[in-house]
């Protein structure tokens, strides 16, 4: 993804911030599926289906609950830091300063 040339379309070449967004957005719903995923799956896991009587409990919340909301939502709110840190690129939200002369030429 990241390293196609810009398309071009009679006269119109894209913009390469655009494939480097939708780079970072595949990034970011994946790790929102993956969040979903493991969360429902560990929630399931440990009290899908079972009786009360059989729902462990830690520090007053059911083991289900306690693991697959707080622990892993805490875990997992530590891992957009490196996502950011380490695959996201940054760059400027700014016109190019050529754009804006072309722009002004045109019109």
């Known amino acids: 993804m990241g390293n196609q040339p810009p398309r071009t379309h009679e006269g119109w070449t894209e913009d390469p911030r655009y494939s480097v967004s939708n780079r970072e957005f595949v990034i970011t719903a994946a790790f929102f599926v993956v969040y979903t995923v493991v969360t429902i799956g560990v929630a399931w896991l440990l009290g899908g289906g079972k009786d009360a009587d059989e729902i462990g409990i830690v520090w007053g919340f059911p083991a289900w609950f306690f693991w697959s909301t707080l622990v ?6 530590v891992v957009p830091y490196f996502i950011v840190r380490y695959l ?18 045109a019109r």
């Open 72 to 77: 892993l939502g805490a875990a997992f709110c």
């Open 88 to 105: 996201f690129t940054d760059m400027s939200l700014e016109a190019d300063p050529e754009e804006l002369e072309d722009e002004g030429a």
